[in-house]
């Protein structure tokens, strides 16, 4: 059993950054692809970037590339969430997820394993 806990979500600016985190329990970690979804009110949770297990492979929506960047550390069971420039509608709960065989899935059906979520808010 794998168990994620999100964290470093907050209140921000538009044009500011956050750094969020993802650490992981369980299961060897290396062997997740991992990602990060996010659903704002009222609307679908989507998809926004995603790193394979090695960390060689990244997948970033269109929505987000050239700001948002993901990274992962296999020693501290963790990945990150890198996001620059930040925008109003970039406000959402941000949720990592888990993924055993393959990688750079963009379903939520395809994960296996969700965390809580974050809270980010972006004021204008």
């Known amino acids: 059993q794998v168990q994620l806990v999100e964290s470093g979500g907050g209140l921000v600016q538009a044009g500011g950054s956050l750094r969020l985190s993802c650490a992981a329990s369980?299961?060897?970690?290396?062997?997740?692809?991992m990602a990060w979804f996010r659903q704002a009110p009222g609307k679908e949770r989507e998809f926004v970037v995603a790193i394979s297990g090695s960390g060689s492979g990244t997948s970033t929506a269109n929505s987000v590339e050239g700001r948002f960047t993901i990274s992962r550390d296999n020693a501290k069971r963790t990945v990150y969430l890198e996001m620059n420039s930040l925008k109003p509608e970039d406000t959402a709960v941000y949720y990592c997820a888990a993924l055993i065989g393959g990688w750079n899935r963009k379903s939520i059906r395809d994960y296996h394993y969700w965390g809580q979520g974050t809270q980010v808010t972006v004021s204008s």
């Open positions: 369980g299961g060897t970690f290396s062997n997740y692809a």
